[in-house]
């Protein structure tokens, strides 16, 4: 009789209807993995081909079975692998995670395609369908373009050391998606099919003779560069695309009479790289240039190609078409004075264009067109006079039976300069608020305003901070010497400032303080904007400044605090409502502020469930607090890739925030291998960004209870809320008293995960934790969660849920008995979407923890009865958890809600079990003592392999 293991998730089953959607999908994975078994055997021989066939096959009885024997048979051939044989075994199921994924989205786009092609009802999370909702809702037209002109929803990209994968991987596995997708349409002859094979093949070749791992530390450089790839394959074109498409069906679904174009740029792009400098050493002002320079160029290159495109495919003679007097005009101011193309003004107009991009370009970041331009002319000066030069030919054409001439390239070029400009992307600057203390008080200091500035009480502080912002003189002197420190931190406000003027205000517009704690670290910021430069507050000094300059934000840079553990967020209201109550005395209170609130340090302080329900409290007070101050609130979510760090969907996330708090004001993280996971596909990216403006309009102007059935009563809503703040308190103290209180949990986190693997891996050029030590408190939240998704066991997402559900519904009250609680849950379930996403993030959660494979790593922990003690209490934790999402949601299967889901775990994990198999046999051996540089190497490959099979690890 086999004996059982833990118990891993149990999916629900495939209907004969999904299974015949995905044949497809089976197909291309079948497909891809004979093409890379093929490249195998090729490099690497059949012998290396049957072990890696050996492997997965017990890999696949170890997990559909729970066999001891089959997991017997696979340690004793793990062990006998020879050092290369491991890395070619590892290399080859890494590789098929990446490939499962292709075929996957895939899938996904022609399934979107067989949908729209059958005319089914739009489906949710597009933005046909939440104008559908908006119209049955009676959001009349006049509105949604109120709505739309306020708007700003901005996904901020940053670099995160859970982005495992290189720039060349990437441009390979692009390749192979775009092949893969050429066999759907249209059908292939017999000889192009064959082609078409050879062509993946070579690619999954260069795929296999490719390096996966970098040998040095990535630089902030390096990170700038893989970011600005997702602009050049997905954004720059994929953005205006979404936007003329939205235009189109607002004009159907309003009967908007708006000219095409006329949509204002409300979805823009941010990023943290290059500007992010808590606890990044290696970013100063320098990488601020070099990043804001990169992206200019990048930007400014593609204008170029584009206009140049242009003026090739507008070949009209002024012979057969009349143009418009400012389009002759602008032809008239063109260096192009070639006989042969006297009678093409708009050729002659668009070089002339050319040459005024080609002589910006040379002025802001010295590049030299690849093309060069006919003659000299005038560099433009702003993003501004570019579009309405663009805007002449536009506005010709459609004079002139031009309408389509400007789909294909022209509206979208012209929509791109109202969104990137000459900056790209907006470039936020992040540095933790004890450096700005420090800075601060050594300026105090020096100039004789206070020798022990960090001695004052907070009251002091403040009001001697305001009292030198007041002030007209600086307090830094040219004549006296600052610390290195101060003297880079200066450097970098500085540097804002000269991009500013160099590239327009969006270049560097927000400041984020880590760790904030209290209102004197937004007052601290400030004051340095002061120091140098950034602030205009010349009417405080008395000095006539005029009306127009009272209108203007006193401050250059938004200075936007970061909330990130549970107290910092339970005291964000209180040092809000001080913060606006005292900028209102400075006449200095802005018509926008922005709040950031941290989803995965909350979450490693206080674990999931408390962390979702402090964010939630807190958001609803800040609201509160903003409306009473007359300033509105746009709250920015550093989300992350996985549940724990406050990631899942994007459509549902939005949904479930508190009424009030979108308010067409939103700003959030895009980090780790979800932004290739989102982004590296074009098509893919689209619809992510789709789903992003979608959700935003319908929390904006809907209430998202109401949607989905009646809208909660306020008795509802309070008898919900004290239920999850009943189940918070005890979800914490679970949470807690496993992570913080256990003694020896530390040891055995360290020792069951690849952490110190991890830290070594060269993924990012931020270190893994802030501060030497083996403490839990000192490592980032990134790694934590990283690591508890590579050994399957996901803990960050779901633990505390199940002990506090079963504690509160066995709670003796004289309201409500057991079975009246329980009805309670099931009711928040259904009604609640804030309940409604929590559960179902934790319910894909539970479905990707898998205890047998976890019960591997855990064999690595030295202290055995520590071991049995505290993965006893994880794994009977997580049947707790499922036992309670069951109850709640009246479901007997883990994602029984999201079929679609379930089918992907199912067919990528037993490919994904061998990874995990051979990276704990990787471990022991290289905990072991061996220095062998081949073991270290594939530890690393299986950590690239499992985080791109579980795609939201980090």
């Excluded at 509105?143 to 859970?162: C, D, G, N, Q, Y």
């Excluded at 907070?458 to 307090?475: C, F, T």
């Excluded at 205009?536 to 005029?546: I, M, S």
Aim: glycine letters at 6%.
């Amino acid at each position: 009789m086999k004996k059982r293991l833990h118990a891993t998730p149990r999916l629900v089953a495939t209907t004969a209807a999904e299974s015949n959607k995905d044949a497809p999908l089976r197909e291309d994975v079948r497909l891809l993995g004979r093409l890379l078994g093929d490249v195998l055997r090729e490099q690497k021989g059949a012998a290396t081909f049957d072990v890696v066939e050996a492997i997965r096959q017990r890999a696949v009885r170890f997990r559909r079975d729970q066999d001891s024997k089959a997991g017997r048979e696979l340690d004793r051939l793990l062990k006998k692998l020879s050092r290369e044989d491991t890395i070619s075994v590892v290399r080859a199921f890494s590789y098929f995670s990446h490939l499962a994924n292709i075929a996957e989205d895939q899938h996904h786009n022609r399934r979107r395609r067989a949908h729209q092609l059958a005319g089914s009802p739009p489906q949710d999370g597009s933005t046909l369908r939440a104008l559908e909702r908006l119209q049955q809702y009676g959001v009349s037209a006049a509105e949604l373009k109120r709505f739309l002109s306020a708007a700003l929803i901005v996904p901020v990209l940053t670099a995160h050391p859970t982005e495992v994968q290189r720039k060349s991987i990437l441009d390979a596995e692009r390749d192979i998606a775009r092949l893969l997708a050429e066999r759907d349409r249209p059908p292939l002859t017999a000889p192009e099919l064959k082609a078409n094979g050879a062509m993946l093949k070579a690619r999954i070749t260069t795929l296999w003779q490719t390096r996966m791992l970098r040998y040095s530390r990535l630089t902030v450089a390096d990170e700038i560069e893989n970011a600005l790839s997702y602009y050049r394959y997905t954004f720059l074109r994929q953005l205006p695309r979404l936007y003329d498409e939205l235009e189109a069906e607002i004009g159907a679904h309003f009967a908007s009479k708006a000219a095409p174009g006329s949509l204002p740029p409300f979805l823009q792009m941010g990023s943290w790289i290059g500007g992010d400098r808590d606890g990044n050493p290696n970013v100063s002002a320098a990488t601020l240039t070099h990043a804001v320079t990169r992206q200019a160029t990048l930007v400014l290159d593609f204008y170029l190609q584009e206009v140049h495109a242009l003026g090739a495919e507008l070949s009209m003679s002024n012979i057969l078409v009349n143009v418009s007097p400012a389009l002759a005009a602008l032809a008239a101011r063109s260096p192009d004075a070639s006989e042969h193309r006297r009678d093409e003004l708009y050729r002659r107009a668009l070089i002339g264009v050319y040459a005024r991009l080609a002589a910006t370009a040379r002025r802001l970041v010295q590049y030299e067109a690849q093309r060069h331009e006919l003659g000299a002319a005038e560099t433009y000066l702003s993003p501004a006079e570019f579009a309405t030069d663009l805007q002449i030919v536009i506005d010709s054409l459609r004079a002139h039976h031009g309408e389509l001439l400007l789909a294909p390239r022209l509206t979208a070029l012209r929509r791109a300069v109202d969104v990137f400009g000459f900056h790209l992307a907006s470039v936020d600057l992040r540095q933790c608020s004890d450096v700005h203390e420090r800075c601060v008080a050594e300026l105090l200091r020096r100039a004789e305003r206070a020798p022990d500035y960090a001695g004052l009480s907070e009251d002091d502080k403040i009001e001697l901070l305001l009292a030198e912002l007041r002030h007209p003189r600086v307090l830094r002197s040219p004549h006296l010497a600052y610390s290195d420190e101060t003297h880079a931190e200066l450097a970098v406000f500085e540097t804002a400032r000269a991009l500013r003027e160099r590239f327009g205000q969006r270049a560097v517009c927000n400041y984020i303080i880590s760790h904030t704690e209290s209102v004197s670290d937004l007052l601290e910021v400030m004051l340095l904007q002061k120091e140098t430069g950034l602030f205009h507050g010349d009417w405080l000094h008395g000095d006539g400044a005029t009306p127009n300059d009272r209108a203007r934000p006193a401050f250059a840079l938004m200075v936007i605090p970061l909330f990130e553990t549970i107290t910092d967020l339970q005291r964000a209201p209180e040092i809000m409502q001080q913060t606006l109550s005292l900028l209102a005395r400075l006449q200095a209170l802005p018509p926008v502020q922005e709040v950031m609130l941290g989803y995965s340090d909350s979450n490693k302080d206080g674990g999931f469930l408390t962390s979702n329900w402090e964010l939630y409290k807190a958001e609803i007070k800040l609201v509160e607090v903003f409306k009473r101050a007359g300033v509105r609130l746009r709250l920015f979510h550093g989300r992350g890739g996985t549940v724990g760090r406050g990631g899942g969907p994007s459509y549902q996330a939005v949904l479930a925030q508190p009424p009030g708090t979108v308010n067409g004001q939103i700003r959030l993280t895009e980090q780790g291998e979800v932004i290739a996971s989102k982004f590296s596909n074009p098509e893919i990216g689209r619809r992510n960004l789709e789903t992003l403006v979608a959700a935003t309009m319908e929390a904006s102007l809907l209430d998202p209870s109401a949607v989905r059935g009646k809208a909660l009563t306020g008795a509802e809503l309070k008898s919900f809320e004290a239920a999850m703040e009943a189940l918070s308190a005890i979800a914490y103290s679970a949470y807690r008293g496993l992570v913080y209180e256990t003694p020896g949990f530390a040891e055995y986190f360290f020792q069951s995960t690849p952490i110190s693997e991890i830290a070594e891996l060269n993924i990012g050029s931020r270190p893994a934790s802030r501060k030497k030590s083996g403490r839990i408190e000192d490592l980032r939240a990134i790694p934590w969660t990283f690591s508890w998704g590579q050994c399957r066991v996901m803990l960050p997402g779901w633990y505390g849920f199940g002990s506090a559900v079963h504690k509160w519904l066995n709670t003796k009250n004289a309201k409500l008995d057991k079975d009246a609680r329980l009805r309670l849950l099931q009711q928040m379930s259904q009604r609640w979407p804030f309940f409604q996403a929590l559960l179902s993030n934790m319910d894909m959660l539970l479905a990707k923890t898998d205890l047998a494979v976890a019960s591997r790593y855990a064999g690595l922990v030295r202290n055995q009865r520590q071991r049995h003690a505290i993965f006893t209490r994880i794994s009977e934790e997580w049947r707790r958890t499922r036992a309670a999402l069951f109850a709640i949601t009246e479901r007997t299967e883990l994602l029984q809600a999201n079929p679609l889901l379930a089918r992907s775990i199912r067919n990528r994990f037993p490919y994904l079990d061998p990874l995990n198999h051979l990276q704990v046999e990787l471990i022991k051996r290289y905990r072991a003592g061996s220095t062998d540089e081949r073991v270290r190497r594939g530890i690393h490959l299986s950590i690239n392999g499992i985080a791109a099979g579980l795609r939201n690890s980090g």
